[in-house]
């Protein structure tokens, strides 16, 4: 389901109202918004990190409310929806919409289903900063993440084609040290990323049942 349009006085549910697209900004003036490093400290810095962010919110375990990863991700107040300034409120929007977006795309079209990875100055895909920011949504949710990212978890290795990118607060690879040599270079540079729009639709399929019990309650 969709994120509601709102404005400063109201609090937003689930719904689908096209008043976002009407506050959002601009997705240059978003990463703009999220390049500036003072007085503010969102977890993702560009729009390919943003949209890895939002796929894991939407993927992973439920959030009990959307505010508790949206606001986080962008550096936002928790209480922009009452009082928060008007850029500050299109910001929220712009999340809104990219969050809408991937949800349209996963309930209407999900064989259409594209991570929006950043590219290289010489055009190659750089998957990195797109998995950075699934990982980062992962942290704010960690607990209810644990199942499967235990190695025993038959789910497990739908992760590892993101994690592969991944590295912790001290900078170190998640998936600790990768095997020397140039196949595995190769590999991590050209192809592990190619799994990724599998993977992720399979990752929600697995949380489905919690994020909408009734329906899956209905279905059996």
């Not at 400063?8 to 918004?33: I, M, Q």
């Not at 809408?100 to 100055?121: L, S």
């Not at 729009?197 to 309650?217: C, F, G, L, M, N």
């Amino acid at each position: 389901m969709e994120l509601e349009a709102c404005s400063a006085n109201t609090a937003y549910g689930l719904g689908r109202v096209s008043g976002f697209d009407k506050l959002a900004l601009p997705d240059e003036a978003l990463e703009a918004w999220l390049a500036v490093k003072v007085n503010r400290r969102p977890l993702v810095r560009t729009m390919s990190a943003l949209d890895g962010f939002a796929t894991a919110a939407l993927t992973g375990p439920p959030f009990p409310d959307p505010q508790y990863w949206i606001c986080p991700a962008v550096g936002l107040p928790y209480d922009v929806l009452t009082n928060g300034t008007d850029l500050e409120l299109a910001v929220f929007a712009s999340v809104a919409v990219v969050h809408n977006r991937i949800n349209e795309t996963f309930f209407n079209r999900p064989n259409e289903y594209a991570p929006q990875f950043a590219v290289k100055a010489d055009g190659g895909i750089d998957p990195r900063p797109w998995c950075q920011g699934f990982y980062a949504a992962m942290n704010l949710n960690m607990k209810d993440w644990k199942p499967i990212l235990n190695r025993g978890n038959i789910h497990h290795g739908l992760l590892l084609p993101i994690l592969i990118y991944c590295v912790d607060k001290k900078g170190l690879p998640v998936l600790g040290k990768p095997r020397p040599g140039p196949e595995t270079a190769h590999f991590i540079e050209n192809e592990a990323y190619l799994d990724i729009s599998a993977v992720v639709p399979a990752i929600k399929e697995i949380h489905d049942p919690i994020r909408y019990p009734t329906q899956h309650t209905h279905a059996e």
